[in-house]
C-alpha cells in the first residue's frame, strides 16, 4: 500500500474509534440515570409497602372496633380511643408520605 492509502486507512480508524469513545461515553451515562432511577423506584416501593402495612394494621384495629359488643360498658370510651388511635396513625402516616 501506498503512503496516502495509509493515512487515509489510519484516518478512517481514528474517526470510528472517537465515535465509538462518543457512543461508550453516551452509554455510560445513559446507565448512570439508568441506575439512579431504578435506586429511586425501589426506595418508593419500599415506602408504598410501608403505607401499605399501616393501611392493613388500620383496617384490622378497625375490624376490631366493630366486633366489640356494643352493650359492654366502657365499650363506648374504648371505640372513642381506638378512633383517636386510628386518626393518630393516619396522621403519622400522611407526615411520613411527605
Given at each position: 500500500m501506498d503512503q496516502e492509502a495509509?493515512?487515509?486507512n489510519l484516518n478512517g480508524l481514528e474517526r470510528k474509534v472517537?465515535?465509538?469513545?462518543?457512543?461508550?461515553?453516551s452509554l455510560?451515562?445513559?446507565?448512570?440515570?439508568?441506575?439512579?432511577e431504578n435506586h429511586e423506584?425501589?426506595?418508593?416501593?419500599?415506602k408504598r409497602d410501608e403505607q401499605l402495612h399501616h393501611f392493613k394494621n388500620?383496617?384490622?384495629?378497625?375490624?376490631?372496633?366493630d366486633h366489640i359488643n356494643p352493650e359492654d360498658k366502657g365499650v363506648s370510651e374504648l371505640k372513642k380511643k381506638v378512633d383517636e388511635y386510628i386518626r393518630e396513625i393516619?396522621?403519622?402516616?400522611?407526615?411520613?408520605?411527605?
Open positions: 495509509l493515512k487515509s472517537l465515535l465509538l469513545l462518543n457512543e461508550h461515553k455510560k451515562d445513559q446507565l448512570k440515570g439508568l441506575k439512579l423506584l425501589k426506595t418508593d416501593i419500599s388500620q383496617i384490622k384495629i378497625t375490624k376490631i372496633v393516619d396522621k403519622c402516616i400522611a407526615h411520613l408520605s411527605r
